[in-house]
Every structure is written in structure tokens, then in C-alpha cells.
């Protein structure tokens, strides 16, 4: 797994996890205080799910990263193989949960847009973040019990499921496949479902958006961006997963490490997204962190400027 790398890629290797983890832990940790400590900022069911996958973001960046680093600076795997299987098993379930996460924004989004007298409720998100662990983990723990199987993978710096193996004590094709079609193919199949949806219903009602439903369309948009985001960051992973196990398709260890660094760097593009497209939360964060809206800042200029002129003119009067 080793040959093809040399010493200076490792190095780049490990320059791009330990990037990837420090920002994704310091973005996605904002994210989650940002919403829930502002006050101003109400339970809705988009920052619920928005919490649960900037969560799930987090924790690959918490426990994921710092492994796969050091084992790139060791050029090579530098745990046990027991740390390998729950290492790949984790990863596995906070990917599967990401979107699982997204795919219940993107029907949230198609429910209140197209029956916005009945939206998803909190406590229905609640129950659908949840429901998002329980989903990932029915596809993440079967090779920790003897369907499929968990190993190094490209570049053998960090571990996930074996995509190239063939073995069949494990069926590890059968779970390859279980996991391709409930961990990716449904879920892509609920998204572009949900957001045909969309566009139907707004070619529909174009001429009658009121401001309040501007914001939401809005929102849709930025939630469309991240979901977009994550299927290019991830889709070269799931190819080169397919090809290697159905069509063995065997690249070297420096081609094969690409789509794995590309779909890791995914943890950094949500709250980047968030920052760009989503004024309530760059306003929560400004509150948050007492930063003056520039606005607010000038008429509180122009106010102490006056104030200032007419004390002037009252002692001059004097």
C-alpha cells in the first residue's frame, strides 16, 4: 500500500490532514455554539439538523484527522489493527450520518416550501437527527460483526471499508453494495426527489414570494449549495470505491489516496457555506461575539456626530 508514496507526499499528505482537521474543528465547533448559545436565535428545524451535521463534521475532525496525521508523518498506519476497525467504523458512521443529515434538510426544505402550512415541526427534526445515528449505524457496525470488512485503505494512512477485497466468508460485495444503495443511492434519489419538487412548485407560484418566503428560498439555495458540495467532494471516493470492488479497478497508492483527501476536506465546506449564503447566522455570530453591524455602527456615528454638533451650538449660545 506504501509504494508509490514517496517521503515528500507523505508530507504534503499529513499538511493537508492536519489543515483540514484544525479548520474543520475550529468551524464547525463556531458553528455549533454560534446556534445554540444565541439567544436571538430560535429552535427552528433547519438549525436543528444544521446542529446534527455540523456535529457529525466535528467529530471526524475530533477523532479522524489527528489519527490519519500521525500515521502519514509514520508513512504508514501507526495504530493497532482493533484501532483501525472502530477507526473506519466511526468514520463510516459520522459520513453516513452527514448525509443522512442533509437529505433531511433537503425534505424539509421540500415540505415547507410546498405545503408551507404544514412544515416540519422542531420536535419532528428532533426525532429525524436522531433517526439519522440509527440509520448510520445499521450500515456502519455490520463488518465489526462478520458482514463485510474494515482495513487500510489508500495510502494506508487511515482505515475504512475494504473496497478491494473479495472474500467470501465476509460477503464482502453484498455489503459494499447494501451500503452503496442505502447509504448513498436512496438518499441522492430523496434529495433530487425533493428539490425536483421545489422547482416545480416555484415555477408555479413565482409571481406571489412574499419577503418571508424570499428568506426561506434562500435558505433552500445555501442547503442546495452544501448538498451539491458534499456530492462533488465525496462521488470520485464512491467511484473509486465501485470500480475497485465490482470492475477491479486497481490505482496506485498515490492515485488512490486523492478521492479519500478530497472527500475528508468535506467537513470545512458547511459552515464556509454558512459564512457566504446565511445572513442569520453571520448576524448570530456577530452577536455572539459582540461585532457592531456596520449599519448599526454608522447611525450610532451620525447620532454621537449630532449630538456633538448641537452641544456645540448650545455653548456657543451660551
Not at 427552528?44 to 463534521?57: F, K, M, Q, W, Y
Not at 460483526?145 to 494512512?157: I, T
Not at 425533493?194 to 442547503?223: A, D, H, N
Not at 478521492?259 to 455570530?285: D, G, H, V, W
Request: charged share 10%.
Amino acid at each position: 500500500m506504501t509504494i508509490g508514496i514517496s517521503n515528500l507526499m507523505y508530507k504534503q499528505i499529513a499538511f493537508v490532514l492536519g489543515a483540514v482537521g484544525l479548520l474543520g474543528l475550529i468551524f464547525n465547533l463556531l458553528v455549533i455554539i454560534v446556534i445554540i448559545k444565541d439567544s436571538s436565535n430560535s429552535w427552528t428545524p433547519t438549525n436543528v439538523v444544521l446542529v446534527n451535521l455540523a456535529i457529525s463534521d466535528f467529530l471526524v475532525a475530533f477523532f479522524g484527522n489527528p489519527l490519519a496525521f500521525i500515521s502519514a508523518l509514520n508513512r504508514g498506519w501507526y495504530w493497532s489493527t482493533s484501532t483501525c476497525k472502530w477507526y473506519a467504523c466511526l468514520m463510516s458512521t459520522f459520513g453516513l450520518a452527514s448525509i443522512g443529515n442533509l437529505t433531511v434538510m433537503a425534505l424539509e426544505r421540500w415540505m415547507l416550501i410546498t405545503n408551507p402550512t404544514r412544515p416540519l415541526s422542531t420536535r419532528s427534526a428532533m426525532y429525524f437527527a436522531s433517526f439519522v445515528w440509527v440509520y448510520a449505524l445499521v450500515q456502519s457496525l455490520p463488518p465489526l460483526l462478520g458482514w463485510g470488512s474494515y482495513g487500510p485503505e489508500g495510502g494506508n494512512v487511515s482505515c475504512s471499508v475494504s473496497w478491494e477485497i473479495h472474500d467470501s466468508t465476509t460477503h464482502n460485495d453484498s455489503y459494499i453494495a447494501f451500503i452503496f444503495i442505502f447509504g448513498l443511492i436512496i438518499p441522492l434519489i430523496i434529495i433530487l426527489s425533493s428539490y425536483f419538487g421545489i422547482i416545480i412548485k416555484l415555477k408555479r407560484v413565482r409571481q406571489r414570494i412574499g419577503s418571508r418566503s424570499k428568506r426561506e428560498l434562500k435558505v433552500t439555495k445555501m442547503i442546495g449549495i452544501m448538498i451539491t458540495a458534499f456530492l462533488i467532494a465525496w462521488m470520485p471516493y464512491a467511484i473509486f470505491a465501485i470500480a475497485a470492488q465490482y470492475f477491479h479497478f486497481q490505482p496506485s497508492a498515490s492515485i488512490a489516496i486523492l478521492p479519500s483527501l478530497l472527500a475528508k476536506s468535506s467537513i470545512c465546506y458547511n459552515p464556509i457555506i454558512y459564512a457566504f449564503l446565511s445572513s442569520q447566522f453571520t448576524q448570530s455570530f456577530k452577536h455572539f461575539f459582540g461585532i457592531q453591524d456596520n449599519a448599526i455602527s454608522r447611525q450610532q456615528q451620525d447620532l454621537s456626530h449630532g449630538t456633538w454638533i448641537t452641544l456645540t451650538t448650545r455653548i456657543e449660545k451660551v
